[in-house]
């Protein structure tokens, strides 16, 4: 009997074992989540800004295909990317206060639009709400050098702030945002 109680513990462990060993992990997402942020440095824990967005591909199409001129655009892909401001700021000339927002963005030849929009956790544009908007600002494109097939977000230091930069394909799109004294 002591002998049976054994083997039966020992295939009862074994079967609680194997089934918490045997999770399913999802693979790589084909648009991983990124994110940038200001001051660029890690080792500065007092940041202004940060974005959290996702990172589509090109792969062979246009930036006209996946973010059409003339129409809100989740800014990335998946979910539509969040921005928190940890001061009120000087986004593209307006002031905003401290706190997260959506960034969409309207691309267009010359300038794209920038919106912040207080509606948080919207999957891509699909449920984007206009009377949401926070601020509407513009941005300037200009040509790269290099082209990037991932869209991709940075800052590039300024005298008293920085420029978000887009970047996708040769196309980089920049609006300045600074600390509000």
Known sequence: MKKFLSLSTLIVCLVFASTATAQKFSGLDKSPMDVAAFPTSYKVADKLVKVTYSRPQLKGRTIAELAPAGSVWRTGANEAVEITFYKDVDFGGKEVKAGTYSLFTIPGAKEWTFILN????????????????????????????????????????????????????????????????
């Open 118 to 181: 207080s509606k948080l956790n919207q999957w891509g544009s699909y449920t984007y709400d206009e009377s949401a908007d926070i601020v509407r600002v513009m941005g300037s494109v200009s040509a790269g050098s290099e082209s990037l097939d991932a869209f991709s977000m940075t800052f590039n230091d300024k005298d008293k702030g920085a420029d978000l930069v887009l970047g996708w394909g040769k196309t980089r799109v920049s609006v300045p945002v600074s600390g509000k004294e």
